[in-house]
């Protein structure tokens, strides 16, 4: 029996590397979703039938239990899935990743409990053990302070106080500390459990300091920790599928983390420790700081310059993601498609509140994948484009990046929509991003400005396009 678990096991991380490939794609992300779950499913019934090796008893015990926690995390998590919008999707995935990495932590803490003394383990088992405590709790405190900050229920931005670097350290040390005794000595429960707080608490400090900007970084970077602790949790429990997924998860999310920070010009260690996502001292937070006039045209007036473009290129932002306008933009750009006009969108990394957002929005809205472009791949094409429309996007899309050295952008790669022929944005009002920096695209003499709902004023210009 316990030799088909394996081959069960086996088959549960192909289906993980599968997934993960096929998630390199808009295209093909649906289907990687669906071949990871198939893969867990698999992972979870299989280990139903552990036996135990040596006297061939079941490994687990109170089925009944865990029958019922299998049913209701089942029925809890689709739930959630099809009630959360889209715009709260990134926190709900920092969330379930908050929960995986408090499950994790609570495996090591109980593993150690039932054997009752780290002396009946290998050294091995003893680190593995101590780390998946101490890195699960970072992860869970970590994820629901993102959480909070994504879904508004503290502020966004970066919480600081005086001596936090210093205070960081020394919580880590103590940690260290800990985790060497426990490794090194007798078993003690009170020793556990304060390293359990003592991890709780740094993953809290540790995100509180990071601003909304630098939230889908956190997000990843979270995500790859719960991944190295539910791989050091399968060393804990003899456990492949746990071992292989946990380090997939790991390895994939430090990944993403990395790429994400390159995307934005800047190191991990300057979006952990650089309290980025707080206004700069003396910036306003209107244009009147930048030297230029806005012009604000009405839905219609804008519309009229559809008529003569030959080609448009769509830049969704979080703007879009907030007023749900991702299925009024469908329209708007199959009503352009329908007039000959040559239609793309513009996707830049980090746009939006997680890795993907954009993807996800506009394939929710049945885009067409063809349509959609990288930033890479969409610059170059923008000096030939007749408009370009920006939807509630910001710092992607602020030329100072290219060479203002005192804003905190600088560096970061953007979408050159500056250097179409004309730019309109579809914005609520000259509110800064996230970065709290001003636009001086909204004042650049090729710009024009249509302020409203991202919904209504798509939805509008939709309108005023078809009769044209």
Not at 102 to 120: C, P, S
Not at 177 to 199: D, E, H, K, Q, V
Not at 215 to 230: K, Y
Not at 302 to 328: D, K, L, R
Request: with cysteine; charged share 15%; aromatic share 8%.
């Amino acid at each position: 029996m316990n030799d088909l678990i394996e081959v069960a096991y086996l088959a549960t991380a192909v289906c993980f590397i599968l997934a993960l490939k096929l998630m390199n794609s808009p295209k093909t992300a649906r289907r990687g979703n669906l071949l990871a779950a198939a893969g867990m499913a698999l992972a979870l019934i299989a280990t139903f039938f552990l036996r135990d090796p040596t006297s061939g008893r079941w490994v687990l015990g109170n089925y009944e239990w865990m029958a019922g926690a299998f049913v209701f995390g089942t029925v809890a998590g689709v739930w959630s899935a099809r009630r959360v919008q889209m715009t709260a999707m990134p926190q709900m995935v920092a969330l379930f990743n908050g929960l995986g990495g408090g499950a994790v932590a609570l495996v090591a803490l109980i593993e150690a409990m039932q054997v009752g003394g780290m002396g009946h383990r290998d050294m091995v088992q003893a680190v593995t053990t101590v780390l998946s405590l101490f890195i699960g709790a970072i992860s869970f405190s970590g994820s629901l302070i993102a959480f909070a900050k994504l879904q508004e229920l503290m502020t966004g931005r970066p919480i600081t106080y005086f001596g936090q670097k210093v205070v960081n350290l020394l919580l880590l040390a103590g940690c260290i500390a800990l985790m060497i005794l426990l490794c090194a000595g007798p078993y003690s429960l009170p020793l556990f459990l304060t390293l359990l707080g003592a991890s709780l608490a740094i993953g809290i400090l540790f995100v509180l300091p990071i601003g909304g900007a630098d939230m889908p970084v956190v997000i990843s970077l979270l995500n790859s920790f719960t991944g190295c602790a539910a791989g050091l949790a399968g060393f804990v429990l003899g456990n492949t599928a746990l071992l292989i997924g946990g380090g997939l998860v790991g390895a994939s999310g430090l990944i993403l983390t990395l790429e994400m920070c390159k995307a934005m010009n800047r190191s991990l260690e300057n979006v952990v420790f650089g309290a980025f996502g707080s206004a700069p001292s003396g910036a306003s937070s209107t244009a009147s700081a930048l030297q230029g006039s806005v012009r604000s045209y009405s839905v219609e007036d804008a519309a009229i310059i559809f008529a003569s473009a030959e080609s448009v290129v769509i830049v969704p932002g979080y703007g879009m993601a907030v007023a749900q306008a991702q299925h009024v933009v469908k329209e708007l750009a199959d009503r352009l498609t329908a007039k000959g006009i040559d239609v793309k969108y513009a996707i830049h990394p980090v746009a939006g509140r997680m890795p993907g957002h954009m993807n996800v929005l506009l394939a929710e809205a049945d885009v067409p994948y063809d349509q959609l472009f990288d930033l890479e791949e969409i610059n170059p094409m923008f000096v030939e484009t007749d408009v370009a429309l920006v939807i509630g996007a910001n710092d992607v899309v602020n030329p100072a990046a290219r060479y203002d050295k005192a804003s905190p952008i600088y560096g970061m790669p953007i979408l050159d929509v500056d250097k179409a022929r004309t730019v309109i944005v579809c914005k609520r009002g000259m509110s800064p991003g996230f970065a709290g920096i001003e636009n001086e695209l909204f004042l650049q003499p090729n710009t024009i400005m249509v302020f409203g709902n991202a919904k209504q004023t798509i939805a509008k210009l939709s309108s005023a396009a078809e009769s044209l």
